[in-house]
């Protein structure tokens, strides 16, 4: 079974969890783009659903298949979002954005009420961080050099996402630093003190908020809870 055939697996899982009625985050990324043909699917077929979208592409790929929106300076609702993952840790700690949609995706999972999180096995880790996946933090353009300077203070190393020989902008016009660690050793606070930094908006780091992650392996679909969660 190939990856392609993997993130299938964990789309169709993910469905589950959408009821009718109920207004969904859609997340973005490369295993989202199989839970939207999915979703359009049931909506054929009946399913009374409202989307908010993380990304212009996710918006444009739910209007093409036919699954309404909400606008996205409405007062939402979620009662569910779905969302895909770089890394996962066995603490359920995500490193997510490599798409470079962070800001909104940290939006939408904080508005809802049940974020439910959709990987193939190859993004479960045992400690996020290391050499093939960087984390992702969007910052103003104002003064991104020295701030590039001060993020290495925690102990990576920093590049500029670049897209066709200039900075990648993101839809609200930030830049993105990519930090690269040898491993994250405590997410939770690294989290807080990158938030906390001026220039920086939102670190691709998504601490104690996946309520269930949904893992498509080899053997078939692995459901993780947050540890001292009962299923």
């Given at each position: 079974m190939d990856q392609d055939a993997l993130k299938k697996m964990a789309a169709e899982a993910a469905l589950e969890f959408v009821q009718d009625g109920?207004?969904?985050?859609?997340?973005?990324?490369?295993?989202?783009?199989?839970?939207?043909?999915?979703?359009?699917?049931?909506?054929?077929?009946?399913?009374?659903?409202?989307?908010?979208?993380?990304?212009?592409?996710?918006?444009?790929?739910?209007?093409?298949a036919g699954i309404p929106l909400l606008a996205d300076d409405?007062?939402?609702?979620?009662?569910?979002?779905?969302?895909?993952?770089?890394?996962?840790?066995?603490q359920l700690a995500l490193i997510k954005g490599g798409g470079g949609a962070l800001l909104k995706e940290k939006i939408v999972a904080a508005a809802s009420r049940r974020f439910v999180v959709v990987v193939d096995e190859t993004k479960?880790?045992?400690?996020l961080g290391g050499p093939v996946v960087?984390?992702?933090?969007?910052?103003?353009?104002?003064?991104?050099?020295?701030?590039?300077?001060?993020?290495?203070?925690?102990?990576?190393?920093?590049?500029?996402?670049m897209k066709d020989g200039a900075h990648f902008l993101t839809e609200a016009g930030h830049y993105i630093l990519d930090l690269w660690f040898p491993e994250i050793e405590a997410p939770a606070r690294l989290e807080g003190e990158l938030e906390q930094t001026p220039g920086v908006v939102c670190a691709g780091l998504f601490v104690?908020?996946?309520?269930?992650?949904?893992?498509?392996?080899?053997?078939?679909?692995?459901?993780?809870?947050?540890?001292?969660?009962r299923p």
């Open positions: 109920q207004v969904v985050g859609l997340g973005t990324g490369s295993t989202f783009r199989y839970v939207i043909p999915k979703l359009a699917e049931r909506v054929k077929e009946g399913l009374r659903i409202r989307g908010v979208a993380t990304s212009l592409i996710t918006a444009r790929l739910a209007m093409d409405a007062e939402w609702d979620i009662d569910v979002a779905l969302d895909g993952a770089d890394q996962v840790d066995p479960r880790v045992p400690v960087p984390l992702p933090v969007e910052v103003v353009p104002f003064g991104w050099r020295t701030l590039a300077k001060r993020l290495e203070g925690f102990g990576c190393r920093v590049t500029p996402r104690g908020r996946a309520d269930l992650v949904l893992v498509a392996t080899r053997k078939g679909l692995v459901t993780l809870h947050p540890p001292g969660t």
